[in-house]
Nanobody, 122 residues
Framework: QVQLVESGGGVVQAGGSLRLSCATSGLTLTAAAMGWLRQAPGKAREFVACINWAGDMMYTASSVKGRFSITVDNAKKMVYLQMNSLEPEDTGDYYC???????????????WGQGTQVTVAS
């Protein structure tokens, strides 16, 4: 049984930082990459970042490049999203998800967590 459990969301002032964590279990070798996606109120879910389990291939959305970074701990089966210089536009539900390979396409992710809410106050 696959489980992806996000944590670390919360309310932060603009310019602040948060670190999201995703604890994974039950994933097979077909899930060779992990990603973070987000959904703002009233908007479609969008790609944020993706990385392979080796940690040597990653993609980051242009909207967060230079501010957000994705990392993995393969031994612990954990995925992290460090978010710095947060902006009100970063507000939304953040989801951890698994894909067959690193991708920027939200449709390529086939396992999803329940999400963690991030609110950036101006």
């Amino acid at each position: 049984q696959v489980q992806l459990v996000e944590s670390g969301g919360g309310v932060v002032q603009a310019g602040g930082s948060l670190r999201l964590s995703c604890a994974t279990s039950g994933l097979t070798l077909t899930a060779a990459a992990m990603g973070w996606l987000r959904q703002a109120p009233g908007k479609a879910r969008e790609f944020v970042a993706c990385i392979n389990w080796a940690g040597d291939m990653m993609y980051t959305a242009s909207s967060v490049k230079g501010r957000f970074s994705i990392t993995v701990d393969n031994a612990k089966k954990m995925v992290y999203l460090q978010m710095n210089s947060l902006e009100p536009e970063d507000t939304g539900d953040y989801y951890c998800a698994a894909a067959r390979s690193p991708t920027t396409n939200a449709l390529d992710f086939f396992y999803w967590g329940q999400g963690t809410q991030v609110t950036v106050a101006s």
